[in-house]
């Protein structure tokens, strides 16, 4: 991504910030899942780690000594596939399987669930026009879009609505949608040429209410799982868990298990979580359909940005992900 472009549908305020005017080479990359996860997956196998990558831990007991896990692990066969138990021991029990974490509400983990009452329609859109390399952020009544380049005729887009709206757009013809997109981004990348699946997931703001205990801690989507209206929540999960990793480091031999180590690892995380999790929520009530915050106002606000370079800099260091340094821990 070189160049954001922010803009309100039938308002005159937009803003425009490229990667020159913050001193970078791109303001953000776009890449599918599939490839990332590929990649990383293939990485994982290459390494000395031992993976159980066809296994479900049915059952997580902490004890004063260790993490008592027992697993059902399905083994593939010349004959066919079986199903064997296995148990582990841990010293470290780290809970990574998602928002609302099954294994951390096994442990007595609580979470508090803010519901936008809203779905996040997710697909790729070949257009008529090259993108070239510009992400557009459009907030209009229905509800915030952006359209994120992909490739030069690609682009992938993300669409927040409320529910029953989510449902009906899901449920429309691929022409009849193509119709809608191109309404909705005025036209910016031309023809809508041809709409891929379309899914739709419930958006809601999860945070956990313990990160850590003695022999467990709990990272990424897991521990925090945000509105994609800011783009943060890959972000926040990555930076995270490298700061965890290296307070993990630090403490080398020396009880990294223990409350006392994994308690400084968290409130030293805890800041940017803060920053980045308010930093996302607001941004869903000043641009939501429901928001109380006059449309002119917020068409100034996008005038105001583009007018003050030390305000959009400081904008486009949020939506990169670089509002707080990541400082190492060695460092304080």
């Known amino acids: 991504i070189n160049r ?29 899942n599939m490839a990332l996860g590929g990649l990383l997956h293939s ?24 993490a008592q896990l027992e697993l059902d692990v399905i083994e593939n066969k010349a004959d066919g596939d079986r199903l064997q138990k296995k148990n582990l021991t841990a010293k470290l029990f780290v809970i990574a399987d998602g928002a609302e974490s099954n294994l951390a509400r096994s442990l007595g983990i609580d979470y508090s669930i803010k519901s936008y009452h809203q779905k996040a329609i997710i697909t790729n859109l070949k257009t008529e026009l090259d993108n070239k390399g510009v992400a557009y952020e ?9 359209l994120l380049p992909l490739k030069r005729d690609v682009s992938a887009l ?38 891929g699946e379309r899914d739709a997931y419930s958006l809601a703001l999860t945070q956990a209410k313990e990160l850590c205990r003695e022999r467990l801690l709990v990272v990424g989507n897991a521990a925090h799982s945000l509105h994609p209206v800011a783009g943060q929540g890959f972000n926040l999960a990555l930076r995270g868990i490298v700061a965890f990793i290296e307070g993990l480091t630090l403490c080398k031999e020396n009880e990294f298990w223990a409350y006392k180590n994994l308690k400084p690892l968290v409130d030293a995380h ?6 980045i999790v308010n930093f996302s929520d607001q941004l869903v009530e000043l641009f939501s359909p ?20 030390e305000l959009k800099t400081e904008f486009a260091r949020h939506t990169m992900g670089r509002a707080q340094s990541l400082k190492p821990l060695s460092a304080g």
């Open 158 to 195: 993300v669409w927040t609505l409320h529910d029953d709206v989510a449902d009906e757009m899901i449920a429309m013809t691929d022409a009849d949608f193509a119709t809608h997109i191109e309404t909705l981004f005025g036209g910016r990348l031309g023809r809508i040429d041809k709409v």
């Open 43 to 66: 990485r994982l196998m290459e390494s000395d780690v031992a993976v159980l990558d066809q296994s479900v831990v049915t059952q997580v007991q902490m004890t004063d000594t260790c």
């Open 270 to 275: 805890r800041g940017e979580q803060f920053k």
């Open 4 to 32: 954001v472009h922010v803009s309100e549908q039938g308002k005159m305020g937009t803003t425009s910030i490229e990667a020159r005017d913050v001193g970078v080479d791109a303001l953000g990359y776009v890449v599918p």
């Open 290 to 309: 429901d928001s109380h915050v006059p449309a002119l106002l917020r068409s100034s606000g996008l005038v105001a940005l583009n007018s003050f370079k």
């Open 138 to 146: 459009r907030f209009a009544k229905s509800g915030p879009a952006a």
